[in-house]
């Protein structure tokens, strides 16, 4: 089973330092650019992907669900998303500006998606979890995966409250689960640390100070994150050379373990 974690920048295709200069990029309309992602995404066939930073719906993808676009092209027929900001934090305002009211993220699935939670954490502008129960074929039966997908704050101090509140949530949860997506932790690996301790995850990747995502034109830093728990095999973990987004995106081919209940 393939997952993948991709921070698409709502299709800008900004994958050049230069490009954040040019404002046309936020404004131009980006079907051809989304195209060009799930044709490369066609090649690998994931199972189940996390975007982040994705348009749900604004003239810019057409008035058309960027996600329910992702569906379609790559035979995802379970989705899930939801604008990124809160209508109970200070942010609530951009849910009034045009374009930016319909930023989010989203989960797609192969897999029957049986609910879904919308968490936003308490602190920071980007601070959205989605939390789908997806039912796996596995062997004679059938297990249920808890996701979570994540994006941070760009702010340290805002980002340790929400890794705090976010280990509490997730250490909650029932097994098997995987925690993915965009945690911005310019800091380092060791903002995690805390958060890995407290829920008992694994890093996905094991050769973790090897692996950058961001920025995709020169990699230096590893923003994007995949951990999982311990009824879960990691066979693979790699990033994928996708040049159509400022990060890249992070694929880990799993399974689960034997012997386990649901």
Same mark, same amino acid.
């Given at each position: 089973?393939?997952?993948?974690?991709?921070?698409?920048?709502?299709?800008?295709?900004?994958?050049?330092? /230069?490009?954040?200069? #040019?404002?046309?990029?936020?404004?131009?309309?980006?079907?051809?650019?989304?195209?060009?992602?799930?044709?490369?995404?066609?090649?690998?066939?994931?199972? =189940?992907?996390?975007?982040?930073?994705?348009?749900?719906?604004?003239?810019?993808?057409?008035?058309?669900?960027?996600? #329910?676009?992702?569906?379609? !092209?790559?035979?995802?027929?379970? /989705?899930?998303? *939801?604008?990124?900001?809160?209508?109970?934090?200070?942010?609530?305002?951009?849910?009034?500006?045009?374009? =930016?009211?319909?930023?989010?993220?989203?989960? &797609?699935?192969?897999?029957?998606? &049986?609910?879904?939670?919308?968490? +936003? &954490?308490?602190?920071?502008?980007?601070? @959205?979890?989605?939390?789908?129960?997806?039912?796996?074929?596995?062997?004679?039966?059938?297990?249920? @995966?808890?996701?979570? %997908?994540?994006? &941070?704050?760009?702010? *340290?101090? %805002?980002?340790?409250?929400?890794?705090?509140?976010?280990?509490?949530?997730?250490?909650?949860?029932?097994?098997?689960?995987?925690?993915?997506?965009?945690?911005?932790?310019?800091?380092?690996?060791? #903002?995690? +640390?805390?958060?890995?301790?407290?829920?008992? @995850?694994?890093?996905?990747?094991?050769?973790?100070?090897?692996?950058?995502? +961001?920025?995709? /034109?020169?990699?230096?830093?590893?923003?994007?994150?995949?951990?999982?728990?311990?009824?879960?095999?990691?066979?693979?973990?790699?990033?994928?050379? %996708?040049?159509?987004?400022?990060?890249?995106?992070?694929?880990?081919?799993? !399974?689960?373990?034997?012997?386990?209940?649901?």
């Amino acid at each position: 089973m393939k997952l993948i974690t991709y921070n698409v920048e709502y299709c800008d295709g900004i994958n050049r330092r /230069w490009k954040y200069l #040019e404002v046309y990029n936020y404004l131009k309309l980006v079907k051809k650019k989304l195209l060009e992602i799930t044709t490369y995404l066609k090649e690998i066939e994931p199972d =189940i992907l996390g975007l982040i930073e994705i348009d749900s719906g604004s003239v810019r993808f057409g008035r058309k669900s960027g996600t #329910e676009m992702f569906s379609e !092209e790559l035979n995802m027929l379970n /989705w899930v998303e *939801k604008t990124k900001y809160s209508r109970r934090s200070i942010f609530k305002v951009l849910n009034y500006v045009p374009i =930016i009211r319909k930023q989010g993220n989203a989960i &797609l699935s192969k897999y029957k998606i &049986l609910d879904t939670r919308f968490i +936003y &954490l308490s602190k920071g502008m980007k601070r @959205l979890i989605i939390n789908s129960r997806v039912e796996v074929p596995f062997e004679n039966e059938k297990r249920v @995966l808890n996701l979570f %997908a994540v994006h &941070l704050s760009l702010r *340290k101090k %805002a980002r340790a409250k929400q890794l705090k509140e976010l280990a509490e949530i997730v250490s909650s949860a029932q097994t098997p689960k995987m925690v993915f997506g965009d945690f911005n932790n310019f800091g380092g690996s060791e #903002e995690l +640390y805390e958060f890995l301790e407290t829920t008992g @995850l694994k890093d996905a990747c094991k050769n973790s100070y090897s692996i950058k995502t +961001y920025p995709s /034109w020169k990699p230096k830093r590893r923003l994007d994150h995949i951990f999982y728990s311990d009824d879960i095999i990691i066979n693979t973990c790699r990033v994928l050379d %996708a040049d159509f987004s400022d990060h890249l995106p992070l694929m880990v081919d799993l !399974e689960f373990k034997r012997n386990q209940k649901k």
